[in-house]
């Protein structure tokens, strides 16, 4: 197995994880809850969070790495490569304190997520729009819902509302020209053949 890409200071990634053997991350709406608490306590001190979509088996999340000199305020860093293992080491500690929970809660054992966790640098302005309306019409392209803007576990509904978040609400509208554009655009399905390099391949629901 190829080693997966690094977590760079400052660039961006979409990332994408799921269940082993297509099992469930989520069975309750308390598990999506749980979920974004640990996000906001390992994350968001390592990383920028842009879109998000937490669906039953898997997940996508659009983030940059904090650059390396606002990483090093939280700890010391004597290279570059030990901040990239700390930042991945913090998604590992979200996986297993969330997969020590679930196996507490409903009896189950062994690893709950995919390992390693799959991550793609989006190197290109160009492609930040279509991401997001990737990762906010997940649900629909799923069949959970027949509208996206229904499901209750993505960053769309907290985008377009003013909600405490930890996504960066004011960066992505204006990446939009505003909040009017940001709902116009997302009438229309992202364009998946010119992001092709930027998306995995997906269990079915």
Not at 106 to 121: A, C
Not at 125 to 143: A, E, K, M, S, V
Request: with cysteine.
């Amino acid at each position: 197995m190829s080693q997966p890409e690094p977590l760079v200071p400052g660039e961006y990634y979409h990332i994408y994880n799921r269940g082993n053997n297509r099992e469930n991350l989520f069975r309750q709406e308390r598990n999506y809850d749980y979920f974004m608490r640990l996000y906001a306590q390992y994350i968001t001190p390592v990383a920028f969070t842009y879109a998000f979509c937490l669906l039953r088996n898997h997940f996508h999340l659009l983030v940059q790495i904090l650059e390396l000199e606002d990483l090093r305020r939280a700890r010391a860093f004597a290279t570059i490569d030990d901040a990239q293992d700390y930042v991945s080491l913090q998604f590992a500690n979200l996986f297993s304190t969330y997969t020590k929970a679930i196996n507490k809660a409903y009896g189950r054992s062994g690893n709950l997520f995919m390992r390693p966790f799959k991550r793609k640098r989006v190197g290109s302005d160009r492609y930040f729009q279509q991401l997001i309306l990737y990762i906010h019409h997940n649900p629909q392209t799923h069949g959970l819902v027949t509208d996206f803007r229904a499901w209750p576990y993505s960053s769309y509904g907290i985008l377009t509302s003013e909600r405490k978040t930890v996504v960066r609400r004011a960066e992505v509208l204006t990446w939009f020209d505003g909040l009017q554009p940001f709902i116009v655009a997302h009438q229309i399905p992202a364009n998946e053949g010119a992001m092709r390099d930027l998306l995995f391949d997906e269990v079915e629901d």
